[in-house]
């Protein structure tokens, strides 16, 4: 019998991520408004008569940090629960900052990496013993980092570990892995317009940072042709020399570890830092973006602006009013849209925040072709309320209560508290951010609220894209009063000679 | 719920057994050891409690499993399971509401006012469509009336302020399953809630919340070719039993559910005898078992509900669905096989595994690493469920240029070296150890935990057996895979379908009339 795959449920948790080209589906999310509660009138309410006792005592454990005196950072968290060794090596550098001619190289790269293995032991031999053992090494790329990871049962550990050190510092990219990636990122590439979540999450965040910045550019036929395996060379010399952050977490001996991680590290040159960016990011213009999609029945509505980064001393005001425009059931925007109009299965949004630049503003709503206009209103209605509807003493109170008392989820394992710790250190923040974070909550107050609407909701910075059934959309759009909308064409790019295996892909999709 | 991408996307390994803990010396992690922090308990109303103590952290995460999902729901009420299990989030009489005497009344009228609206709507001869438009208004009259005394979502308000922590549930076709994770400090709050909601539903905003469920079937299904494509896969594979059918429900049936209809539904599905609830985090069975005996005792004793008679005849004729239009090509197909309880389903999960699992599976190594014709292929089973005989289910993503025939040659080509020749012992091996490591891991998730223990405490009477299947993962071997891969594996037990990419009429991106 296998686990629960699980049919249709009450809220879909599933983010609408960017890429994940070939499956990633629909999206949705959580939204929000405050009908504001009548609860003078309210019966008796005996959840409240029911005692909450002080919560056990609770102190996670955090990670050892050590570090070597080339700059290289180590992480050791022990967690004796279950018989297995895991660990990972993060390095600095991802696809933002990769050749535009050649985007979708760091993606390729993380898959060949592995695939292709090394001078001692190819990436298909490495498959079968790693599988034989049920233990895995693995290496992907990301926006802002690439990164190898390995885990194994307890008595397979320091094997693993061998073949993932050798994997880090000998990979030996081979043309038919790369060859094998190109095919898969291009069958993402032509299906990506088969998805509508999928069109609307990138399409609206392009609205936001442009088409081509280094946040949204897309993998093309043509750019991913383009990438060869001296690239792929290339960009592992360029960023192994960075400052590597590695962790370890499971069934081990801290002692004979840290020795092991040393011999291993140690020896490695001083850690060489990547050229700061100084990306430039501004608002995106109010108006209505359209794209047509023929096979739906359903609207993707995104309202979407420039967002912040966790830099920002507003942070914590500005999740406290994330949460009550749609930070869950009794948000502003789920409480309108869902609840009361019925008009939204999926509907959610807010202000978010990204660790070293700036993130997005992002309200998503899906709804039915005829009532687009209407939930599209009602969401603007609801982001607008912001800045024209007060804060109630209730809002504030429930959102901290939301937040904080859930907060202890975020390190209620070993390890959350060791991501985390990784995490921070990655990005440069202190240690203790989480605290001085969880302090900052507390602290919100409404004043703070209407002052942080007022300095970062501006409707007229906000961008609305609607991709749906054009013919099925009535009212128009033109009904939203932000002039006619503009159609953005998604045809996707084909080369004159396709990308991939020379003669596989030759024949059109 | 949660994620759901297509289950065959999702990796999800319930796993089996334990015996792999002999591996690494055990510890928290054999039958023994869980035979010590685990306590069951059958309420007189027949609910069971299943405890398990985990205080790694003071936190507990809980899973209600209801044996009911839509492969239950009435003919003509395709969806209910799903649409019963968002009511369930909506309150009951003492939360969610400002004055329940005079909301229950307010209530009766709603159903009052839908019946006539229905009744007069649906008739096939002689609708008056004035009247229909006056029964219409007085029905939207009566749930504005009934809205006065609602405190939306109160319910969900109270749990996620008391730090409710993924709370959500999900409808399958077997079953209902409701969940989240909380401070250890709020159970006795949860165990209030939580059997409140199971035993004091009220309709409330039930037409409103039936446009959201709409909205979810438009989300997965209607706007998503894959979503559209197994809907009709299913519904073809399917002649008699109830896994044919939409599970979301089809658009006339779901838009028309009644609330009277739903409550018939917990009536019947939602008694004591159907429900398990798994605990499972920082909870000492001894203290907590009396608080929530208190509590889960309010919900009403009943008769397991009667066993679905019908079962799916063999099939003796291979069928096809083909869609075309202007979406990529996609390949599936599925082969009947036995329900869960067979002898043999370690057999098909070890076929699966080597077929599928990872860059050393066969339909890997062979569609996309060698012949480079697919981005992934595998094989996935049972589907779309587990309780009733479900499918042995094949796909592949074609690459750019390749066709779903390709696809469907490719896979019949690894099916037939199955059916053929033995697997190795290093495939076979590998499948058990990969088993047992996948329950291990699973261990350490409070979540997880959870529903595996519900779920096989709802399956087979005994949460041990999440353990014990190992002890059957074990005994298969090379014939048992060459045996079962020749009884399902033959055309006449075969569907098929496919997306077949129609050229486009013209400019893809012409301009619509939404302007």
Redesign the interface.
Do not use: C
């Given at each position: 019998m296998k686990s629960l795959t699980s049919g249709q449920g009450l809220v879909d948790s599933e983010q609408g991520v960017r890429s994940v080209p070939v499956f990633a589906l629909a999206c949705a999310l959580l939204g929000a408004l405050a009908a504001p509660l009548s609860l003078n009138a309210q019966q008796s309410k005996p959840w409240e008569q029911i005692p909450v006792p002080k919560l056990h005592d609770f102190k996670p454990q955090q990670p050892k940090r050590i570090v070597l005196k080339n700059g290289i950072i180590l992480f050791l968290q022990e967690d004796h629960e279950l018989p297995f060794v895991s660990g990972s090596v993060l390095i600095p550098g991802g696809s933002r900052d990769e050749d535009a001619a050649k985007t979708g190289l760091v993606g390729m790269y993380g898959e060949a990496w592995r695939t292709s293995g090394t001078a001692k032991m190819g990436g298909d031999a490495l498959d079968d013993l790693l599988e034989a053992k049920a233990a895995h090494i693995e290496t992907g790329g990301g926006d802002d980092s690439t990164s190898l990871s390995w885990d194994s049962l307890k008595g397979d550990a320091d094997q693993v570990f061998t073949l993932a050190l050798d994997l880090l510092l000998h990979p030996d990219f081979k043309a038919e892995k790369l060859g094998l990636a190109q095919q898969q990122v291009a069958t993402g590439i032509v299906r990506r317009n088969d998805d509508e979540g999928g069109i609307a999450g990138r399409e609206s965040t392009k609205l936001v940072y442009g088409a081509n910045s280094p946040y949204t550019r897309q993998p093309e036929l043509a750019t991913i042709g383009a990438v060869t395996v001296d690239d792929l060379k290339a960009w592992h010399d360029r960023t192994i020399g960075g400052k590597l952050i590695v962790s370890v977490s499971g069934d081990f001996d801290s002692v004979p570890m840290e020795a092991k991680l040393r011999a291993a590290f140690e020896g490695l040159p001083p850690v060489k830092a990547l050229p700061a960016r100084h990306d430039v990011f501004s608002d995106p213009k109010q108006s209505v973006y359209f794209i047509d999609k023929e096979d739906v029945n359903q609207s993707n509505v995104e309202i979407v602006g420039l967002g912040t980064d966790r830099h920002n001393p507003d942070v914590p005001t500005l999740a406290i009013m994330d949460e009550i425009l749609g930070g869950g059931f009794a948000s502003r925007l789920f409480q309108k849209v869902r609840t009361e109009l019925g008009l939204a299965y999926a509907v959610s949004g807010g202000l978010s925040f990204d660790y070293d630049h700036p993130a997005t503003f992002r309200v998503t709503v899906l709804t039915k072709s005829a009532s687009t206009v209407d939930a599209t209103k009602a969401a603007m209605g609801e982001i607008q309320g912001l800045t024209s509807k007060p804060f109630t003493a209730e809002e504030l109170a429930r959102a901290k209560d939301n937040i904080l008392n859930s907060f202890l989820f975020r390190y209620d394992t070993k390890d959350k508290v060791l991501a985390e710790r990784v995490r921070l250190e990655f990005y440069g923040y202190p240690a203790d951010y989480l605290e001085t974070y969880k302090a900052g909550l507390e602290k919100v107050t409404l004043e703070d609220l209407t002052a942080a609407a007022k300095k970062y909701i501006h409707s007229d910075k906000m961008a609305v894209l609607v991709v749906g059934n054009g013919p099925e959309i009535k009212p128009g759009l033109d009904e939203l009063g932000l002039g006619p909308a503009q159609t953005i064409d998604i045809t996707i790019p084909m080369p004159s000679r396709p990308a991939g295996a020379p003669g596989q892909a030759e024949k059109k999709p | 719920?949660?994620?759901?991408?297509?289950?065959w996307?999702?990796r999800?390994?319930?796993?089996l057994t334990l015996a792999a803990?002999a591996?690494?010396?055990?510890?928290?992690?054999d039958l023994k050891s869980f035979e010590q922090r685990i306590t069951t308990k059958v309420l007189p109303n027949g609910l069971t409690i299943v405890i398990c103590e985990r205080?790694?952290?003071?936190?507990f995460s809980y899973s209600t499993f209801i044996d009911a999902?839509?492969v239950n729901d009435p003919s003509g009420q395709s969806g209910l399971a799903?649409m019963f299990?968002?009511l369930a989030?909506k309150g009951t009489s003492?939360?969610g509401?400002?004055?329940?005497a005079a909301e229950k009344v307010a209530l009766a009228k709603v159903e009052a006012a839908n019946d006539a609206y229905e009744a007069e709507y649906l008739k096939a001869v002689g609708r008056d469509d004035k009247k229909v438009a006056e029964l219409k208004q007085a029905f939207l009259d009566a749930q504005k009336d009934a809205h006065k005394y609602v405190?939306?979502?109160?319910f969900?308000?109270?749990a996620?302020?008391?730090?409710?922590?993924?709370l959500?549930?999900?409808?399958?076709?077997d079953?209902t399953?409701y969940f989240w994770?909380m401070?250890?400090?709020?159970l006795?709050?949860w165990a209030?809630?939580e059997s409140g909601r199971l035993s004091d539903t009220v309709p409330r905003?039930f037409y409103?919340?039936?446009?959201?469920?709409?909205?979810?079937?438009?989300?997965?299904t209607?706007?998503?070719?894959?979503?559209r494509l197994v809907e009709q896969f299913l519904a073809t594979a399917y002649v008699a039993h109830n896994y044919g059918r939409s599970?979301?429900g089809w658009p006339s049936e779901v838009s028309q559910i009644s609330a009277t209809e739903a409550l018939a539904f917990h009536k019947k599905y939602y008694a004591g005898s159907n429900i398990v609830v798994a605990v499972v985090g920082?909870v000492k069975a001894a203290e907590a078992m009396p608080m929530l005996e208190k509590y889960f005792s309010k919900i009403p004793a009943g008769p397991k509900p009667e066993e679905m008679t019908t079962i799916e005849p063999k099939q003796f004729a291979e069928k096809t669905v083909v869609i075309r239009?202007?979406?990529?090509?996609f390949f599936l197909e599925g082969y009947h096989r036995p329900d869960?309880r067979d002898p043999d389903?370690a057999v098909y999960?070890a076929i699966g595994d080597i077929m599928s699992?990872?860059?050393?599976s066969r339909l890997y190594r062979s569609l996309?690493?060698q012949q480079?014709?697919a981005?992934?292929a595998q094989g996935f089973?049972?589907?779309p469920g587990?309780k009733y005989p479900g499918l042995f289910a094949f796909y592949a993503?074609?690459?750019?240029?390749?066709t779903p025939a390709e696809m469907r040659d490719a896979i019949h080509k690894e099916i037939d070296r199955i059916k053929t020749a033995d697997v190795t012992d290093?495939e076979l091996?590998?499948y058990k150890?990969?088993t047992?490591?996948?329950l291990?891991?699973?261990?350490?998730d409070n979540q997880?935990l959870a529903?595996?223990l519900a779920?096989?405490q709802t399956?087979y009477g005994d949460w041990r057996e999440l353990f014990k299947?190992l002890d059957k993962v074990d005994k298969v071997s090379k014939a048992d895979i060459r045996r079962v891969a020749n009884k399902v594996f033959v055309a006449s037990n075969r569907t098929t379908a496919e997306i077949d990419?129609d050229a486009p009429a013209g400019n893809?991106?012409?301009?619509?009339?939404?302007?």
């Open positions: - | 719920m949660r994620s759901r991408t297509f289950p996307f999702s999800g390994l319930l796993g803990l591996i690494a010396g055990a510890r928290a992690q205080p790694e952290a003071p936190v999902g839509d799903h299990e968002h989030f003492e939360i509401t400002t004055d329940y405190v939306p979502n109160q969900t308000d109270v996620e302020r008391n730090g409710a922590e993924g959500n549930a999900f409808t399958a076709l079953e399953v994770s401070p250890e400090n709020r006795e709050l209030w809630l905003e409103k919340e039936r446009d959201v469920v709409v909205e979810e079937r438009r989300m997965r209607d706007s998503n070719p894959i979503g599970g979301v920082d239009e202007q979406t990529q090509p869960y389903d999960d699992n990872g860059r050393v996309v690493e480079q014709i981005a992934v089973s049972p589907f587990d993503v074609p690459l750019p240029g390749h290093d091996q590998m150890t990969r047992r490591a996948d291990l891991r699973g261990l350490a997880g529903n595996n779920q096989y399956r299947q990419t893809s991106t012409k301009s619509g009339g939404a302007q």
